[in-house]
């Protein structure tokens, strides 16, 4: 027992508070945490010799975890435009879609996701990560089952759309669910050094998804071949659902998975310290607080496989010795207090080296479902943002990911304009050769600029930075938007190709990636999922709009006028970035600690000079 024998951490803690010399040799340590008092002290253990992108077993299960639902996310995006065809055929003859059931059906999941990133992340948040996840993919598992049943057989057309566009709405709730969920489980859990390349890696997950639902597309059809062009055209009806149907796959083998991961520790002690800040908290526990973060992100840590056990408990020990700065005048009483304090939360003994299942013992013992209970939250959620310092990030994050929604969906979701002009429209030929064709130009689409573009944030994010990426992204977008505009109806195949390559490229090493990273690290624990779920809906209302006007605008206006529409989008996108500062190694909570600190002795002084006077 740490009690039943003197400790060295409380006597030199005791010894630090009695020596004046001791208060010299620490003020330039207070002097040099100039921005740096806005991170994490876990530098120094933080350091590997692995680079950010290389990944622990650990990182990498969580990543499978955590990534299916954006891979479910862009395989359902892009296979919905190929399915459109299919029904074409099934349905009213190989004649066109009706107008405005066709809008109802692609543009369904965007609805569904913008509801679904509201819900999930707002209860993410008040009620728990782990109360909440795998719920969003349960979700997605029965809208897609019951897509498969759309009766096409026993229902007329129109109805059998507005059948097809209800259930895709409800996967919509799923698939929006997961941004903020995927996001704040991955945040909570990363190591800060790596933090922005896991999530960069969960975000990748979607040009993966868009590449294999391609790639799904034309093997079925290849199997359907003969089928097909021996005048069973009807026979498309097996090739969407089979296609459809194989998202089934991912989803079904990480459920479990979701459903009993653990709640992370830096989640339980964000809400102990808004629970010690509710309960009025006095000066002597503030850097307590802080503390108590380092403590849980060393837990983490440990957990991840980024440091080894002895190494963490070996750092605690020492900052808790050498770093804890006392936050007002107090008597050598106090100090020995706090030592007491910390003597509990690092104990000298051989449980702070803990196997993982110990370590899950210790959260359980924290009663997490107590501590996230929380009926004011949407109270507090007001309160945090109604200050500027607070609200212009989440105005940046909101307004960034629109714009960028705006452009990014506007071309992606209408691609049969930019496969005509690749000369894979599938406008010619049996409808077999015409969905192969359309089918082929979405995976040469998804190759070019997809993937490159992701794994290039990927292996930069952490050299670069967020800030950087995002600004040359939105502008490096607007330059081959403006190129494409001007010269849309001049560039040849190999030219529009090539240019069209380049725009994915740079949305993707760009805010694609970003817009999805900011949220998850700029705001603290308690907000995240929230922010992070109203973040994304704005995106996705981005979407909407566009998908909804850009059929009817380029009748009534052109392609290219569209086109420059976007290209102002991505310009306003690169201006709103300037609201957000560089996330990279910076930790929200300890800023949040900081400023709970500091409104604390306000109070304090406050309520001194209300005293004398």
């Not at 064709?437 to 490159?452: C, H, M, R, Y």
């Amino acid at each position: 027992m740490a009690s039943s024998s003197p400790n060295p951490i409380s006597k030199s803690k005791s010894n630090e508070s009695s020596s004046p010399n001791n208060n010299l040799a620490q003020a330039p340590t207070t002097k040099a945490k100039t921005p740096s008092h806005y991170r994490s002290h876990l530098s120094d253990f933080e350091r590997s010799d692995r680079p950010a992108f290389v990944l622990t077993f650990t990182e990498v299960k969580l990543l499978g975890i955590a990534g299916v639902g954006f891979f479910l996310d862009a395989y359902d995006l892009f296979i919905i435009n190929p399915v459109a065809t299919m029904l074409q055929y099934r349905l009213y003859g190989g004649g066109p879609l009706p107008a405005n059931l066709e809008g109802f059906v692609k543009a369904g999941a965007n609805i569904g996701s913008v509801i679904g990133q509201f819900a999930f992340g707002y209860a993410a948040d008040a009620l728990g990560r782990k109360a909440v996840y795998g719920k969003e993919l349960m979700l997605i598992i029965f809208a897609t089952i019951m897509t498969l049943t759309t009766p096409t057989g026993s229902l007329s057309p129109n109805a059998c759309l507005i059948y097809l566009g209800i259930f895709r709405i409800l996967l919509g709730v799923g698939v929006g669910g997961d941004y903020p969920m995927s996001a704040s489980i991955t945040s909570d859990r990363a190591n800060l050094r790596k933090r922005g390349t896991m999530l960069a890696y969960i975000f990748s997950n979607q040009g993966w998804g868009s590449f294999v639902g391609s790639l799904a597309t034309i093997v079925v059809l290849a199997c359907y071949k003969n089928v097909m062009e021996a005048g069973k055209t009807s026979r498309v009806d097996g090739v969407w659902r089979i296609i459809i149907g194989l998202s089934l796959i991912p989803a079904f083998g990480t459920l479990y998975q979701r459903l009993t991961l653990p709640e992370s520790t830096r989640f339980i002690a964000s809400q102990k310290i808004n629970q010690h800040h509710e309960a009025g908290g006095s000066g002597e526990f503030a850097m307590d607080d802080i503390e108590e973060l380092k403590k849980a992100q060393r837990e983490e840590d440990v957990r991840m496989g980024n440091v080894p056990k002895a190494t963490a408990t070996d750092e605690g020990r020492r900052r808790s010795t050498e770093e804890k700065e006392p936050v007002s005048e107090t008597t050598s009483e106090s100090d020995e207090k706090k030592g007491d304090v910390l003597i509990k939360e690092e104990p000298n003994t051989p449980s702070a080296s803990t196997s993982d299942d110990e370590a899950e013992e210790d959260a359980e013992a924290l009663e997490p479902e107590k501590l996230v209970e929380k009926k004011a939250h949407f109270k507090e959620f007001i309160t945090y943002f109604s200050e500027w310092r607070h609200a212009k990030l989440l105005i940046g994050t909101c307004m960034c990911w629109f714009l960028l929604d705006i452009a990014f969906y506007g071309i992606n979701l209408n691609q049969n304009v930019v496969l005509e002009q690749m000369g894979f429209a599938g406008k010619e030929g049996t409808p077999w050769e015409r969905l192969f064709k359309v089918s082929t130009g979405n995976i040469i689409v998804t190759a070019l600029g997809f993937v490159p573009g992701y794994y290039a944030t990927i292996l930069t994010i952490e050299i670069l930075g967020r800030k950087w990426i995002q600004i040359q992204g939105f502008l490096l977008a607007a330059l081959f938007l403006a190129i494409l505009a001007a010269r849309f109806n001049e560039l040849g195949t190999v030219s529009f190709i090539v240019c069209f390559a380049f725009l994915q490229f740079f949305f993707n090493f760009g805010a694609n990636a970003t817009t999805y990273c900011y949220p998850a690290e700029v705001f603290p624990t308690r907000f995240r999922a929230s922010a992070h779920g109203i973040s994304a809906a704005s995106g996705k209302a981005g979407a909407i709009i566009s998908a909804l006007a850009f059929n009817t605008l380029s009748k009534s206006i052109g392609t290219p006028a569209i086109l420059w529409i976007f290209f102002g989008c991505c310009i306003a996108g690169a201006g709103f970035t300037l609201l957000l500062p560089e996330v990279k190694g910076r930790d929200p909570d300890v800023i949040l600690a900081e400023e709970i600190k500091a409104a604390r002795a306000e109070r304090a002084a406050r309520e001194a000079a209300e005293r004398k006077s």
